[in-house]
């Protein structure tokens, strides 16, 4: 038994040692190249394959076999080079297999099932491909060499519209043949338009001559040229710039290297994309992908690229190339020297000036266009900075003064990390090295460490012969400010929306508590306890209506009758309400001016005095501390708020009121009156406390300031306009007038109707009350004339209470109409004037105010 659990564990460890030994193996790739490895297309095949196969860092060693098929392509050289692979890599455990070019594929298509059976094949550059070839070899694919001689031809005709001819140039050796036969086919269609001319097999000198020869109603197009007539063979750049430089007339060609050596350039094959383009496939198939899954590549790999100065010579400007084309040999600034044959220093040095003179006026146009591209971005208002991956190579004024740098700090250095804020920056080097030109937020940092919300928008320009970013940065500080004023518009509609519809429901049930405690001060002595009693409740019931009111003129914004109001006296009750909540452990100091009147309404400045003071004690309740309260008399020649108001010269009423608490610090100091803002934990408080207080002591046209430092406590300073005592304040209520009239109430409470019953039967008048305002239109329809005066609620199902007043003025157009409203937003004053309605009473309803009003509308 142990003997087995040995053995086991043995084989466990030797998997183990194996699969690593595996991982840690290279794999090896064995690429075939049909050519000679001096042949630049060659090279190129290899640097794109090798730049994105990176074999250094992935673990990878590449085998390259040059097969020189240009010199060497015998059926016995064949043969005898692939004894030699099968000899060399014998021991090699080859992964993968990548061929360029249609010899090294033929060789591979013959000689795979032999050589390398199962091993995937990705092939590059093979000239008239078809989909048969590879139909017994499901383990071949690749990349197609498409050679783009209709599109070439189609540009070219377009630049020159009076082409009558286009010479074909191509070798005799296999690639050519290939080339010359793909291209035949190509461009059959244009046999119409022009003359189609494909080169004999001649020698370089003579095709040079026939070059030569041609006038300007002929184009050339180069193909594939490695060796002439004789077997003198050339490198295509060789080949390139020989026939070239032999040419008058616009010479363009298919391959890359050919742009270099001199032509004029077109939609060509390139060794270093079809090497890429076949690296691509190769990571695939190393990641696991089987072939038959990856489809050869036959568009997309050409691309348009031009030679610059051939551009110029021939008249072809930039505006005219295809989109996305590629320019060489551009030079900043470059003029040609013509005719080559003039050999005279004097002709050379009048053409020396006058390419002197021409580089002059270009720089001057040029340093003009600057400026005047310069006058235009600093009168921007958005910062725009020149950069590359974030080294600025120049900005706008704006840009300087959003972040607060001069020039001189930040030229020609990367500011990523100056400009935004570190939870910014991964999505910003992110834009920019992705080039991702949508607009986005981010946020940003000025010098001074003030962090600002910013747009921007990125853009990949040339810039001097180089690709840089210009970024364009707006400050979005303004902007979400005015959002959040909205949103604060927003919650305080709301609140006014619940607020209304809370005053409503609650002015209902305060009636019935301030009128049924009228009645009972009516039904018992004014010296026994009960009296009292029914005076503290009146007296409650008249606080909570004014608070409710209070709630309204807040969430409406709605004006407040404002009377004489003894301060230090309000202060004084105030404070007595005050000492049942604020801990014992803070100390209360009133220095109170007891002669001093403003004119406000009292539940606001309640209101004042109680959020200051409730802020005072949570600011002390963990300490303890004093609680100062002081108000005197002053006269100021003008005072400046950080509001931004200022108070005129005149005498005001001056409350201070200071704490001994935890203080405030600046960055809270300067947010405390905005609405909505705390720093209280979530629950524990709405942000609208000094915000109420705010607004009340504006709209009272006062002043309000506030000192507070961490640890020293916090002093708010109030100055209200003083006003003399008004005599109303002397006034006593007069005798309580009733009547004997009949009256019609209705209201869909039935309390309220109680009420009203006892109410006005108190005061002597006759009442018939009905909860519904179509049985009181049909009982006044039976006999309106029975009925001094109708009582209704304004806000009732079924018929509201102005619908009825048009029904009831219909049948009587003299009724008298009293109007009672808890609250409504339905139907304004003015609104109930023209229908004839001219009294109207707040719930809840006081029985002197009721009495008052009834004698009010029935003597008008």
């Known amino acids: 038994m142990v003997h087995k659990r040995n053995l086991l564990i043995l084989n466990y460890l030797i998997l183990l040692s194996l699969s690593a030994y595996s991982k840690s193996q290279p794999r090896h790739i064995l690429y075939l190249s049909s050519y000679d490895s001096r042949m630049s297309w060659s090279g190129d095949i290899l640097r794109g394959l090798e730049d994105l196969l990176d074999p250094e860092h992935n673990n990878i060693l590449l085998h390259v076999e040059y097969m020189d098929t240009k010199e060497f392509n015998s059926e016995p050289y064949l043969r005898a080079f692939g004894e030699l692979l099968e000899l060399k890599y014998r021991d090699t455990p080859v992964s993968l297999l990548l061929c360029?070019?249609?010899?090294?594929?033929?060789?591979?298509?013959?000689?795979?099932?032999?050589?390398?059976?199962?091993?995937?094949?990705?092939?590059?550059?093979?000239?008239?491909?078809?989909?048969?070839?590879?139909?017994?070899?499901?383990?071949?694919?690749?990349?197609?060499?498409?050679?783009?001689?209709?599109?070439?031809?189609?540009?070219?005709?377009?630049?020159?519209?009076?082409?009558?001819?286009?010479?074909?140039?191509?070798?005799?050796?296999?690639?050519?043949?290939?080339?010359?036969?793909?291209?035949?086919?190509?461009?059959?269609?244009?046999?119409?338009?022009?003359?189609?001319?494909y080169s004999e097999n001649l020698s370089m000198e003579e095709l040079r001559r026939k070059i030569a020869s041609f006038q300007k109603e002929t184009i050339i197009l180069l193909g594939a040229f490695y060796s002439d007539r004789d077997g003198q063979s050339f490198t295509y750049e060789s080949s390139g710039e020989l026939l070239s430089r032999a040419s008058e007339v616009p010479f363009y060609c298919l391959l890359d290297f050919n742009i270099r050596a001199g032509s004029l350039g077109g939609k060509v094959l390139s060794g270093y994309s079809q090497g890429e383009a076949?690296?691509?496939?190769?990571?695939?198939?190393?990641?696991?992908?089987?072939?038959?899954?990856?489809?050869?590549?036959?568009?997309?790999?050409n691309s348009f690229v031009f030679n610059y100065p051939q551009l110029e010579r021939f008249g072809i400007s930039e505006s005219q190339l295809p989109e996305n084309s590629i320019l060489i040999n551009r030079p900043y600034s470059v003029y040609e020297e013509y005719k080559r044959e003039i050999g005279l220093f004097l002709s050379l040095f009048l053409i020396l000036i006058i390419a002197v003179i021409a580089l002059v006026i270009n720089i001057l146009r040029k340093n003009q266009v600057e400026t005047t591209l310069r006058e235009l971005v600093e009168a921007s208002w958005e910062g725009i900075v020149i950069h590359d991956r974030g080294t600025v190579i120049q900005c706008n004024n704006m840009f300087l003064s959003m972040f607060g740098y001069s020039s001189d700090e930040i030229m020609g250095k990367n500011i990523l990390s100056w400009i935004f804020t570190p939870e910014s920056l991964p999505e910003v080097r992110k834009r920019i090295e992705t080039e991702d030109i949508a607009s986005y937020g981010s946020t940003g940092i000025r010098k001074d460490g003030t962090v600002f919300p910013l747009e921007i928008r990125l853009r990949i320009v040339q810039y001097r012969g180089e690709t840089v970013r210009v970024s364009v940065i707006r400050d979005l500080t303004e902007q979400k400010k005015m959002e959040e004023r909205l949103s604060q518009s927003q919650k305080m509609q709301a609140i006014g929306t619940l607020a209304g519809g809370i005053a409503h429901d609650f002015n209902n049930i305060l009636s019935a508590v301030i009128g049924y405690a009228d009645l009972g001060l009516l039904s018992v002595n004014a010296d026994s306890q009960l009296y009292s009693y029914f005076n503290q409740i009146l007296m409650a019931g008249t606080r909570a209506r004014d608070l409710t009111r209070q709630i309204l003129t807040f969430s409406r914004q709605s004006g407040k009758e404002k009377i004489s109001t003894n301060l230090g006296s309000l202060i004084k009750e105030t404070m007595a309400l005050m000492k049942a909540t604020l801990p014992s452990t803070i100390q209360i100091n009133l220095d109170l001016n007891p002669d001093i009147f403003v004119m406000a309404d009292s539940v606001q400045l309640q209101q004042v005095i109680m959020n200051l003071c409730t802020n005072a004690g949570l600011a002390m309740r963990e300490n303890g501390g004093i609680l100062k309260m002081v108000l005197k008399k002053v006269q100021l020649d003008e005072e400046s708020f950080p509001s931004g108001q200022k108070l005129p010269a005149g005498s005001y009423a001056r409350l201070i009121v200071s704490d001994t608490g935890c203080g405030m610090p600046e960055v809270v100091r300067s947010r405390i009156f905005e609405p909505f803002y705390t720093t209280r934990k979530h629950g524990e408080g709405t942000g609208m406390g000094l915000s109420v207080v705010h607004g009340i002591i504006m709209d009272l046209s006062g002043g309000i300031s506030v000192y507070s430092s961490e640890g020293e406590g916090s002093v708010?300073?109030?100055?209200?306009?003083?006003?003399?005592?008004?005599?109303?304040?002397?006034?006593?209520?007069?005798?309580?007038?009733?009547?004997?009239?009949?009256?019609?109430?209705?209201?869909?409470?039935?309390?309220?109707?109680?009420?009203?019953?006892?109410?006005?039967?108190?005061?002597?008048?006759?009442?018939?009350?009905?909860?519904?305002?179509?049985?009181?239109?049909?009982?006044?329809?039976?006999?309106?004339?029975?009925?001094?005066?109708?009582?209704?609620?304004?806000?009732?199902?079924?018929?509201?209470?102005?619908?009825?007043?048009?029904?009831?003025?219909?049948?009587?157009?003299?009724?008298?109409?009293?109007?009672?409203?808890?609250?409504?937003?339905?139907?304004?004053?003015?609104?109930?004037?023209?229908?004839?309605?001219?009294?109207?009473?707040?719930?809840?309803?006081?029985?002197?105010?009721?009495?008052?009003?009834?004698?009010?509308?029935?003597?008008?």
């Open 716 to 860: 708010f300073t109030i100055f209200l306009p003083v006003c003399y005592r008004s005599p109303q304040q002397e006034e006593k209520p007069g005798h309580i007038e009733g009547g004997s009239e009949r009256i019609l109430f209705v209201d869909d409470e039935l309390y309220q109707v109680n009420l009203a019953t006892d109410l006005l039967g108190a005061l002597g008048y006759r009442v018939v009350t009905t909860v519904s305002s179509r049985d009181a239109l049909e009982i006044f329809r039976a006999a309106p004339e029975d009925f001094d005066l109708l009582i209704s609620d304004l806000t009732m199902p079924e018929m509201t209470g102005d619908d009825l007043v048009r029904q009831v003025h219909h049948i009587r157009p003299e009724m008298p109409v009293l109007m009672c409203s808890g609250y409504s937003e339905r139907i304004s004053r003015e609104k109930l004037e023209k229908i004839g309605i001219s009294h109207v009473m707040m719930k809840p309803l006081r029985l002197q105010e009721l009495a008052v009003s009834v004698r009010d509308v029935l003597g008008s």
């Open 278 to 301: 076949m690296a691509g496939i190769a990571k695939r198939l190393l990641d696991g992908e089987s072939p038959r899954n990856i489809p050869v590549i036959v568009e997309g790999v």
């Open 100 to 197: 360029s070019d249609n010899n090294a594929f033929e060789f591979l298509r013959a000689n795979h099932k032999r050589l390398y059976p199962s091993i995937p094949v990705v092939f590059c550059g093979i000239n008239d491909f078809k989909k048969d070839m590879i139909a017994e070899h499901p383990e071949f694919t690749g990349v197609t060499e498409v050679i783009p001689a209709a599109d070439t031809i189609e540009f070219a005709l377009k630049m020159h519209p009076d082409t009558r001819e286009v010479y074909i140039i191509n070798d005799y050796l296999t690639t050519g043949l290939g080339w010359q036969s793909e291209m035949k086919n190509q461009l059959s269609y244009l046999e119409n338009r022009v003359k189609l001319s």
